[in-house]
């Protein structure tokens, strides 16, 4: 194939009209009916009590299930981008501290990234955590990291808001399909004003 024949294949290839299974007026007109009935502060728990040390995600999961924090037809079984075979649920996590939402997140395997933001091992993984990090550093030293993110000192900085995190209470929304989860995440984050979602591109 010529260079010329491959990208006419390309130009074939991304000029094709991706079909999506609702309007996004179909997907938005729920969301304050939706929201209403989520209530994330109402319908909240302790973090600690499913993702402590000690706990695995198995564990977790079971015990989630057990207590109808989580509903059994939300789970399915999925891929990781390392091959590794999950059983988790798409949705959205909403971390609350005495009734005031922080943080909405969203994610294919929810569980799993709830581990990562109280266990995960770097600054890529605990990403709730490592912001937060940023504010503890300031209020500690008086002045912003400026530095790239691999330089703030993760088991000084970071390690300590993973323990602070278990402290708090979390919200669970299942939602499968994801350009849903997308606008709600944005419409949840407007809707309760949280500080640490950023939506600005890099």
């Known amino acids: 194939m010529t260079e010329k024949q491959l990208e006419h294949k390309i130009l074939e290839s991304i000029k094709i009209k991706r079909k999506f299974p609702f309007t996004f007026h179909d997907l938005t007109e729920t969301f304050e009916d939706k929201f209403s009935k989520f209530n994330p502060t109402v319908n909240c728990f302790d973090i600690t009590d499913y993702f402590s040390a000690g706990i695995g995600e198995v564990s977790a999961r079971r015990q989630l299930l057990a207590d109808r924090r989580i509903e059994a037809d939300w789970l399915r079984e999925y891929k990781t981008k390392n091959g590794n075979t999950k059983i988790d649920f798409s949705g959205l996590y909403v971390f609350i501290n005495d009734k005031t939402p922080f943080y909405v997140g969203i994610s294919k395997g929810v569980i799993g990234r709830i581990f990562q933001h109280t266990r995960g091992h770097n600054h890529n993984t605990s990403t709730l955590a490592y912001s937060i990090g940023l504010i503890r550093y300031e209020l500690l030293t008086g002045v912003k990291h400026i530095g790239k ?37 944005i419409f949840c984050s407007m809707k309760m004003n949280t500080i640490l979602n950023k939506f600005e591109t890099h």
């Open 149 to 185: 993110r691999k330089e703030l000192n993760f088991k000084t900085e970071v390690e300590p808001i993973k323990q602070f995190l278990l402290k708090q209470k979390i919200a669970f929304l299942h939602i499968e399909n994801y350009e849903e989860l997308a606008l709600f995440e």
